[in-house]
Nanobody
Framework: QVQLVESGGGLVQAGGTLRLSCVAS????????MGWYRQAPGKQRELVAD????????NYADSVKGRTAISRDNAKNTVYLQMNSLKPEDTAVYYC???????????WGQGTQVTVSS
């Protein structure tokens, strides 16, 4: 059975650091792009960051560039997200995503709540 399980969410102080993990089971992510999305109440889901297979090329939303790092460990079927200098506007449910482009297919995690207090 395919599962994407996020961990590391919770209450964090503004200016602090967050590290999220997502472990995939039932699939091999070696050739997949892995990423993190977030959704705040009343807002659309948006990409935070993603990382490709092979070359591990990264992509970040403008709002998190310079303070965010995404990484992966294919041997552990895991993707990580580290965010520094957290802001209250980072508060959202964060979702793990794994996708292949040929053919197009993707999986989503259940989400983990991140709340940044001021």
């Amino acid at each position: 059975q395919v599962q994407l399980v996020e961990s590391g969410g919770g209450l964090v102080q503004a200016g602090g650091t967050l590290r999220l993990s997502c472990v995939a089971s039932g699939i091999n992510v070696r050739f997949a792009t892995m990423g993190w999305y977030r959704q705040a109440p009343g807002k659309q889901r948006e990409l935070v960051a993603d990382i490709t297979s092979g070359s591990s090329t990264t992509n970040y939303a403008d709002s998190v560039k310079g303070r965010t790092a995404i990484s992966r460990d294919n041997a552990k079927n895991t993707v990580y997200l580290q965010m520094n200098s957290l802001k209250p506007e980072d508060t959202a449910v964060y979702y793990c995503n794994v996708r292949w482009n040929i053919p197009r297919y993707e999986y989503w995690g259940q989400g983990t709540q991140v709340t940044v207090s001021s």
